[in-house]
């Protein structure tokens, strides 16, 4: 059953994909008796494409022996991806995780941050600051969230510079707080080459 489901994805798959799939594992295998067998199980796959991805795909196999009839419920079946396990281990609770993309949420904690560097800058240098990149960020569940992350920006004072500032944000949406941990800053000029 598991391998017929799996020849069926994979050439579900190869309509999608120039690439084909590599069975890992089967987890949560039932059966139902009803007028044949419901066979339910998770298929775990991976792709062998250029980046391999495993995807966890949960599937329905309807069996009735006596009329040949064996197919995917393919309107039950949904695949997700699957983190990899060097990520699961690096996202301890509690822990710092580092964040390779950042999302949505992620710029808008970063936007803040400079947003508040900037009026900080203002008050300091009357000179203005542009956002160039960010750097090694990472969040850590604490009582909220800590965001760490060097900020890349650019001083148009009388000699423009380049400076490396590693900021923490913590936010705390249930009190709406989120406030720049200014004990933790640090700005570095960059030497250019």
């Known amino acids: 059953i598991v391998n017929f489901a799996f020849s069926q994805l994979s050439a579900q798959n190869g309509a999608d994909e120039e690439c084909g799939l590599e069975k890992v594992d089967v987890e949560n295998f039932s059966t139902q008796v009803v007028a044949g067998t419901l066979y339910r199980f ?19 196999v309807f069996d009735q022996p006596w009329t040949n009839t064996r197919e995917v419920q393919w ?43 900037s009026a900080q800058s203002d008050n300091n240098k009357k000179c203005e600051l542009k956002k160039i990149d960010v750097e090694n960020f990472s969040k850590q569940v604490v009582s909220g969230t800590l965001y760490r992350f060097d900020l890349i920006v650019k001083s148009e004072c009388d000699e423009p510079s ?30 250019s080459n």
């Open 42 to 60: 998770d298929l775990i796959v991976k792709s062998e494409c250029d980046e391999p991805q495993q995807k966890k795909c949960s599937l329905v």
């Open 75 to 117: 309107d039950d079946v949904k695949c997700d991806k699957l983190e990899s396990e060097e990520n699961d281990e690096k996202n301890i609770a509690g822990g710092i995780n580092k964040i390779e993309k950042l999302s949505d949420a992620d710029n808008e904690i970063v936007s803040f941050a400079f947003s508040q560097l």
């Open 162 to 191: 380049q400076e490396k500032c590693s900021l923490v944000v913590l936010d705390q949406p249930w009190t709406n707080t989120r406030e720049v941990q200014w004990d933790d800053v640090k700005c570095e000029k960059i030497e």
